[in-house]
């Protein structure tokens, strides 16, 4: 059976290249809202997390109607960190849009989407996006993108891959870069035209992977996947097996629910055929690898193994002297309880136990990822404390230590070169590419991923806030030696209190402040950065007394040099080894892991 009614496409991009955009505009040209209806801007960017920093995190389904054939649209995230999102996805779709930046053309992420793509045998079509931008290289772009696929080792017919020229923000598509579009209508012909649709045997035993998984605290557990063989109705009983887990079997579950998407809506159906991608709950214990399948044929599908993660933390209950005054869920039983619920729907995630019930390992593809999870965390109402992020390592059959590496494209202005160049010596950095593009350099390098750890703030400093690095896993490489991690001390409060005035005054000499007038601060609390590498202590709390020759007022004469406020990023970036995040609710703290400044010293005296 061919379903000619239907196409099932994915779009995949490197991030900030205008994925959610286009999405946008292909559901208001393709009829997805009325006429008078108010949208918001990035409309499928629905997490509180993704709209703030402009990303998207999880992926997506939609799905638009033109000509009658309906176009399933799953729209993936573009960042490295949340690159098994897009592994997954693409098992559910028949071809994909590849989205280039007219500007900034190829990046690492678009190669690694890409390679995956071609792996599964996809068609592609190339759309190169924001034409409309002053610094477009669209004579370029086309070139660029064929030596990418070259590079892949794509196939003649992957080669020939139409290409269009569109503006996602303005909705406009044209098959030249010569001719301005005026709608979208172009993308969606070569869609239809050029997308294979979905085919499979309509009358064999029904069969479906699970590539995705959502869940809903009235349902629990919601399998999102295409069917591939034969068709499915509500109620039916089904079997459940796994290809990589061969002792995984449930030989009678029923499908409680099925639901479709359409436009934005999930909605009730109350059968499905081949080629359809619906959610279907009532199944306990459903995982992403798993295919429902017929009772009377149970037959494993082969899932794509997901890659390892690179980087760890240990995710440990708050002791600091403020902890259980700002959050709901602080106790390990509730922390475990919520990263290995985290494991349910993040396949790239693992945690493991520790010896101490209190902590928890954690490993994820990479710093962002890991903040990512800290930050849903801290807004749900959970105090913890994080440490500073590791790479794993690995061994060879010889014994050898390997260790992630990571492939880096950085964009600069040109006299900010040399800056970069030396930093990336220090970090062990191979240069692999150096071209121009206009008044800018384009540089490519591989880096150890513990070479990134801390670098993104100095990178921004050094460039003057107009330099662009992105990251995406390459290989595992022999470990190349140690690389110095953070050239700064802290400055360690010395007492438990409040910070005021004239203690910052002082403080401020001996290095940049985080914290203001106000603050709490506990002893061994990390208050600021000091200029030299070894850490300070400083008191913050302390007063100015007062005499019968001195004046009360005389204090406001005092000018505080505005404080450094650090991010969540920032002071996962800034942590030593010998430091914890403490999070909360309400606040991100730097501390030492030993908060007694005597306790330090000691420790410091006997090594």
Same mark, same amino acid.
Not at 217 to 246: D, L, M, T
């Given at each position: 059976m061919v379903r000619e009614d239907l196409r099932n496409i994915a779009i995949i991009a490197h991030v900030d290249h205008g994925k959610t955009t286009l999405v946008d505009e292909m559901l208001k040209q393709g009829g997805a809202f009325r006429e008078n209806q108010v949208v918001a801007e990035r409309v499928m960017d629905n997490n509180d997390i993704e709209r703030e920093r402009g990303i998207t995190i999880l992926a997506k389904n939609t799905s638009v109607c033109y000509k009658g054939t309906k176009i399933n649209i799953i729209d993936t995230p573009g960042h490295a960190d949340f690159g098994g999102e897009v592994e997954r996805v693409l098992s559910m779709v028949d071809g994909v849009l590849l989205l280039v930046d007219a500007a900034e053309g190829a990046m690492p992420q678009t190669r690694f989407v890409l390679s995956k793509a071609l792996e599964m045998n996809h068609k592609i079509i190339i759309v190169v996006n924001k034409i409309d931008r002053p610094d477009a290289r669209l004579d370029e772009i086309g070139d660029e993108v064929l030596e990418l696929l070259l590079d892949l080792d794509a196939n003649e017919e992957q080669l020939e891959s139409p290409i269009l020229f569109c503006s996602g923000r303005a909705g406009t598509a044209s098959l030249s870069q010569y001719e301005a579009g005026t709608d979208l209508i172009p993308l969606f012909d070569t869609i239809i035209n050029y997308i294979e649709p979905p085919q499979g045997d309509e009358n064999g035993p029904f069969q479906m992977l699970v590539s995705s998984i959502d869940y809903?605290?009235?349902?629990?557990?919601?399998?999102?996947?295409?069917?591939?063989?034969?068709?499915?109705?509500?109620?039916? #009983?089904?079997?459940?097996?796994?290809?990589?887990?061969?002792?995984?079997?449930? #030989?009678?579950?029923?499908?409680?629910?099925?639901?479709?998407?359409?436009? =934005?809506?999930?909605?009730?159906? /109350?059968?499905?055929?081949?080629?359809?991608?619906?959610?279907?709950?009532?199944?306990?214990?459903?995982?992403?690898?798993?295919t429902i399948c017929a009772t009377d044929c149970v037959e494993p599908i082969e899932f794509t193994k997901i890659s390892e993660p690179t980087v760890e933390m240990t995710f440990s209950v708050n002791d600091s002297p403020f902890a259980g005054k700002e959050g709901k869920f602080v106790t390990s039983r509730q922390l475990r309880e919520r990263l290995f619920k985290e494991t349910l729907k993040d396949v790239s995630l693992r945690v493991e136990e520790t010896d101490n019930?209190?902590?928890?390992? *954690?490993?994820?593809?990479?710093?962002?990822?890991?903040?990512? =999870?800290?930050?849903?965390?801290?807004?749900?109402?959970?105090?913890?404390? *994080?440490?500073?992020?590791?790479?794993?390592?690995? /061994?060879?059959e010889n014994g050898k230590k390997l260790e992630p590496v990571e492939r880096l494209v950085i964009d600069v202005p040109e006299e900010c070169v040399g800056s970069v160049m030396e930093k990336m010596g220090t970090r062990k950095a191979d240069m692999i590419e150096m071209h121009p593009q206009g008044s800018r350099m384009k540089l490519e390098f591989l880096i150890p991923a513990r070479g990134l750890f801390g670098y993104k703030s100095e990178f921004l400093t050094d460039t003057?806030?107009?330099?662009?690095?992105?990251? *995406?896993?390459?290989?595992?490489?022999?470990?190349?030696?140690?690389?110095?991690?953070?050239n700064t001390g802290s400055l360690v409060s010395f007492e438990t209190g409040e910070a005021v005035t004239y203690g910052l005054y002082n403080a401020q000499e001996r290095g940049q402040l985080f914290i203001g007038a106000g603050t709490p601060v506990y002893e061994g609390m990390i208050v600021g950065a000091s200029p030299k590498t070894e850490d300070l202590v400083v008191n913050v709390c302390k007063k100015k007394h007062l005499t019968n020759t001195r004046a009360s007022g005389s204090d406001d004469a005092l000018r505080l040099v505005p404080p450094r406020r650090l991010s969540l990023e920032d002071s996962l970036e800034f942590l030593a080894d010998d430091e914890l995040l403490e999070v909360t609710p309400e606040n991100i703290r730097i501390r030492k892991r030993i908060l007694s400044n005597t306790q330090r010293a000691k420790n410091r005296a006997k090594q």
């Open positions: 809903n605290e009235y349902v629990g557990r919601i399998g999102i996947g295409r069917i591939q063989r034969g068709s499915v109705k509500v109620n039916q #009983n089904v079997a459940v097996c796994n290809h990589q887990n061969p002792d995984k079997k449930i #030989n009678n579950a029923k499908l409680v629910s099925l639901l479709q998407i359409e436009g =934005l809506q999930r909605v009730p159906a /109350e059968t499905a055929q081949v080629g359809d991608i619906v959610w279907v709950s009532g199944i306990e214990g459903i995982t992403i690898g798993d019930t209190d902590a928890f390992r *954690v490993a994820g593809r990479g710093e962002m990822h890991l903040s990512i =999870l800290i930050e849903n965390m801290r807004r749900e109402g959970y105090e913890l404390s *994080v440490s500073t992020p590791r790479v794993l390592f690995k /061994e060879d003057k806030g107009e330099g662009i690095m992105s990251s *995406v896993f390459d290989s595992y490489q022999p470990y190349k030696g140690e690389i110095p991690r953070r």
